[in-house]
Each structure stands twice: as structure tokens, then as C-alpha cells.
């Protein structure tokens, strides 16, 4: 069974907006840290931002503030993210991830994770930005 599985990037015009999901085994979801990752040709994977399941709190990377937002479905074990003013440099692969669990809220929402920590991985979803 595959951990975590992203849906709902695609090709969109500069300006626009995409709401990306990821669906999260069971056994990946409860009190865990799941985050979104991005990683654009010839560039290191990056951080964006990441949601306590426990409790629904989110950090969101400093350089994504203002155009990403984090949320969930605990109910269906989804994650989203919400990419608004989408720019041709948003253009990169998305993954969301979960670490081995159980996490702690103050780690995951205070952004106190590194990417090594992240066990359960997607197999991405591509966004192209198109000027």
C-alpha cells in the first residue's frame, strides 16, 4: 500500500491557483507530522509547509508565506495544500510526506523538522507555471 498519494497539480497560467491533496495511510496519519515539499529541475527538494494531524496546527516556510496554506480533512486522512498567485517559479514537483510518528505538535508546527526526518513519501504531483 502506498503511504501517501498526491493528486491535483497540472498546468496553470501565472496568477492562477491550484488546491493539491494528498491522501495518507491510516497508519501514517494519526499525531504525525506531514508536510509538502517542492523540487524544481536542477534544485534542491525544499520544505513549504507542514500540519500537526493532531491537532490541525501548520508552519508554513518563511519564503511560502502569504501564497501557501496547510490544511486538513482528519475525517477522509487528507492533507492540502492551497498555492494562490501562482508564479512561473512555483513550477516543480510537490510531494507531501510523513514522518515515522508519533510527532509532536511543537516540532511540527514550529518547523523544528528536517527533510531526513520524513519516512513515508508520495510519488509527487507536477505544477507547471506558464508566464
Known amino acids: 500500500q502506498v503511504p501517501l498519494v498526491e493528486s491535483g497539480g497540472g498546468s496553470v497560467q501565472t496568477g492562477g491557483s491550484l488546491k493539491l491533496s494528498c491522501a495518507v495511510s491510516?497508519?501514517?496519519?494519526?499525531?504525525?507530522?506531514v508536510a509538502w515539499f517542492r523540487q524544481s529541475l536542477g534544485k534542491a527538494r525544499e520544505g513549504v509547509a507542514s500540519?500537526?494531524?493532531?491537532?490541525?496546527?501548520?508552519y508554513v516556510a518563511h519564503s511560502m508565506k502569504g501564497r501557501f496554506t496547510i490544511s486538513q480533512d482528519s475525517a477522509n486522512n487528507t492533507v492540502y495544500l492551497q498555492i494562490n498567485t501562482l508564479k512561473p517559479e512555483d513550477t516543480a514537483m510537490y510531494y507531501c510526506?510523513?514522518?515515522?510518528?508519533?510527532?509532536?505538535?511543537?516540532?511540527?508546527?514550529?518547523?523544528?523538522?528536517?527533510?531526513?526526518?520524513?519516512?513515508?513519501w508520495g510519488q509527487g504531483t507536477q505544477v507547471t507555471v506558464s508566464s
Open positions: 491510516a497508519y501514517a496519519y494519526s499525531n504525525n507530522c
Open positions: 510526506a510523513a514522518t515515522r510518528g508519533p510527532a509532536t505538535d511543537r516540532y511540527c508546527s514550529g518547523g523544528y523538522w528536517a527533510e531526513a526526518d520524513f519516512r513515508y
Open positions: 500540519i500537526y494531524t493532531g491537532g490541525g496546527t501548520t
